[in-house]
């Protein structure tokens, strides 16, 4: 299983960014997927998942900002985000598991190595 972001970069608030994590080794349609974050001197945090059917869960400071989708014909994942804040500046990291048993990233087996969001206001 292999996870690769890209996407990332430096934009003002209000601005929008599209990340992309292409998948190997598995199908995105048969795994639980997930885009979580982490800011300097922060814990990692979930900022949204999408089930193997396509249900889709937001932390709640993303919710109707962030849209997380995935495409079965090029295996894979996405995250929209718009109207971007200084706050939802971290590492943001793809992630991957067959059946999770919740939605935390202890619970997530498989890892991307990161890209950078950075929102300067």
């Known amino acids: 299983v292999q996870l690769v972001e890209s996407g990332g970069g430096s934009v003002q608030a209000g601005g929008s960014l599209r990340l992309a994590c292409a998948a190997s080794?598995?199908?995105?349609?048969?795994?639980?997927m997930g885009w979580f974050r982490q800011a300097p001197e922060k814990e990692r945090e979930g900022a949204a998942i999408?089930?193997?059917?396509?249900?889709?869960t937001y932390a709640d400071s993303v919710k109707g900002r962030f849209t997380i989708s995935k495409d079965s014909a090029t295996n894979t994942l996405y995250l929209q985000m718009n109207n971007l804040k200084p706050e939802d500046t971290a590492m943001y990291y793809c992630?991957?598991?067959?059946?999770?048993?919740?939605?935390?990233?202890?619970?997530?087996?498989?890892w991307g190595q990161g890209t950078q969001v950075t929102v300067s206001s």
């Open positions: 080794g598995f199908t995105v349609s048969t795994y639980y």
């Open positions: 999408i089930s193997r059917s396509g249900a889709t």
């Open positions: 992630a991957a598991d067959p059946s999770p048993a919740f939605y935390s990233p202890n619970n997530f087996r498989f």
